[in-house]
């Protein structure tokens, strides 16, 4: 982190996704720094899968084989015989099952192509490309009406690889089903862009707050790849954001008489719904004036305090407030139940 980070007020993109379902729990969790009732949705598969594939990609093998069995190795260790989270011994060995087949899906569709990309990218810099969680760190500008003002933004990503002239971030997730229309698009012309302006239009009646939390994801990610390309004296390279979902139950069939479990990976490459060929033309990089711009907005509003939700209360009330963990302390939600019930 520079100096200059440091003198700048700072911001996760944790914290971003927060304040764009609710204000206040921006406030409630970031600021006041609350502890949230335990509701958290638990992903099992997820973390032992990040762990094993990024140990393999560490390893800088591009075989395949070598790929799955060094992931294979580290999902052994991750996961010891004494783990006492199922109900019994078959449920354990169907669930390592699974693991394994995931694995050799992602090698199959994916790592291979990545684990050669990161070949070409440690001969092209010096750099530590494989996480999990490898830190993303960008200024970003807040609207020209603040001249001078920035916000560093962290973001992560589980390793960075290099595909053609592209620098790829990618990151792990359980499922890519929160994106909606975005897995199904290949451009940002159109209906994205349509959902991105209709989400922040206080007549629309849609609102998609994963969808839009994505978009102004994939800007920050982009900004901090495009940072670590300057840092690391990668030039002409343009970036990508790409997500691989390896905890999807949906993508794992099962066959209980011969005992046999395959998987599939999903991967979305957010840069395609969410760059504008309008600004690509005129900036050669993949960005979305759009986007970045109402990323500028969202950042000034939550650095200047703006935690009141009653400008967007009824999008907040129906998306954010039904699971949400600070409903027992938020005075918000608590005085419209008293103002109903009287
Ligand atoms: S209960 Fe509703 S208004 Fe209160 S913090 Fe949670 S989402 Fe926001």
Redesign the pocket.
């Known amino acids: 982190m520079s100096d200059e980070d440091t003198d700048r007020p700072q911001c996760t993109v944790d914290g971003l996704w927060t304040y764009l379902h609710?204000p206040?729990?921006y406030e409630?969790a970031h600021v006041q720094d609350l502890a949230a009732e335990d509701g958290a949705t638990e992903t099992p598969r997820l973390e032992p899968l990040r762990r094993a594939l990024c140990a393999s990609l560490e390893t800088g093998t591009t075989d395949p084989g070598a790929l799955v069995d060094a992931a294979t190795d580290r999902l052994d260790a991750v996961w010891p015989d004494g783990d006492d989270r199922f109900h019994s011994h078959t449920q354990r060995r169907h669930e390592k099952r699974v693991l394994e087949a995931t694995v050799e899906a992602y090698v199959e569709t994916v790592g291979t192509d990545h684990a050669r990309g990161l070949e070409r990218l440690r001969e092209a810099a010096d750099g530590e490309f494989v996480g999990p969680d490898r830190p993303l760190r960008a200024p970003i500008s807040l609207p020209e009406t603040e001249r001078n003002r920035s916000v560093a933004v962290e973001s992560t990503v589980d390793y960075v690889t290099a595909d053609g002239a592209s620098l790829v971030g990618v990151r792990f997730v359980p499922t890519t089903v929160p994106l909606g229309l975005l897995r199904y698009r290949s451009s940002w012309e159109g209906d994205v862009a349509a959902l991105f302006t209709d989400h922040f239009d206080p007549d629309a009646e849609r609102t998609d707050p994963d969808a839009v939390g994505a978009l102004l994801e994939t800007a920050v990610v982009l900004e901090g790849l495009r940072e670590l390309c300057d840092r690391l004296g990668l030039d002409e390279r343009t970036c990508r954001y790409v997500l691989v979902s390896v905890a999807d139950r949906s993508n794992v069939s099962v066959d209980w008489v011969g005992e046999r479990v395959e998987a599939s990976v999903d991967t979305v490459d957010l840069t395609e719904v969410f760059l504008d060929h309008h600004t690509f033309g005129m900036t050669h990089e993949h960005r979305n004036r759009t986007v970045e711009n109402r990323l500028a907005e969202t950042l000034a509003a939550l650095v200047d305090g703006e935690f009141d939700?009653t400008p967007v209360w009824d999008r907040?009330a129906a998306d954010?407030?039904p699971d949400?963990e600070?409903?027992v302390c938020?005075a918000?939600?608590l005085s419209r139940e008293v103002a109903f019930d009287g």
């Open positions: 609710c206040r729990r409630l939700p907040v954010a407030c949400c600070y409903a938020c918000d939600r």
